[in-house]
């Protein structure tokens, strides 16, 4: 009788035990679900925080690209006018190189009005150069040298524009 009571105790303990256990299993297993829903919170706000990072960049270096090529248009808007500036001033020293080449009649009306256009541009290179010529037909030195001071001005003035409207890469 004694062994029939030691093997009824023997099994109530153990199946306490196994309750305990048990419970204890589930605890442990709530206690892991709730972490990794915490965790998954935590993930979820840091992905988000990092989304939202990333979208407030996207859209600031969409402004500035923006912003660059505005500047860039007008700088090449400015750059075509520079170059019409300059083509219409080689033309015009070219013109009066060309009339003295030829021998022009210095009562020439025509004459007389390249003469006066192109005064303020060749008026710092007069007599800079000695001229050479036979009679009327004369080449202008100083004129020549004019045209490539001319000529590496407006390279100067379209590389400053280029430097304007080149874009800047951030690394």
Do not use: W
């Amino acid at each position: 009788m004694e062994d029939a009571k030691l093997a009824i105790d023997e099994a109530d303990r153990t199946a306490r035990y196994q309750e305990v256990k048990g419970q204890a299993r589930a605890e442990m297993q709530e206690e892991v679900a709730r972490q990794a829903r915490r965790s998954n919170n935590r993930h979820e706000a840091e992905s988000a925080a990092i989304g939202d990072h990333m979208k407030e960049k996207a859209v600031t270096e969409l402004a500035d690209t923006e912003t660059e090529i505005e500047r860039g248009r007008v700088a090449a808007r400015v750059s075509q006018v520079v170059d019409y500036v300059f083509y219409l001033i080689y033309s015009l020293i070219g013109l009066e190189i060309l009339l003295g080449l030829l021998g022009a009649r210095e009562g020439s009306g025509f004459k007389h009005f390249i003469d006066a256009v192109t005064y303020p541009l060749l008026m710092p290179f007069q007599r800079l150069m000695p001229d050479l010529g036979n009679g009327r037909f004369e080449f202008k030195v100083s004129y020549v040298f004019a045209l490539f001071v001319y000529l590496l001005l407006h390279f100067a003035l379209n590389g400053l524009l280029r430097m304007m409207a080149h874009r800047k890469t951030e690394i």
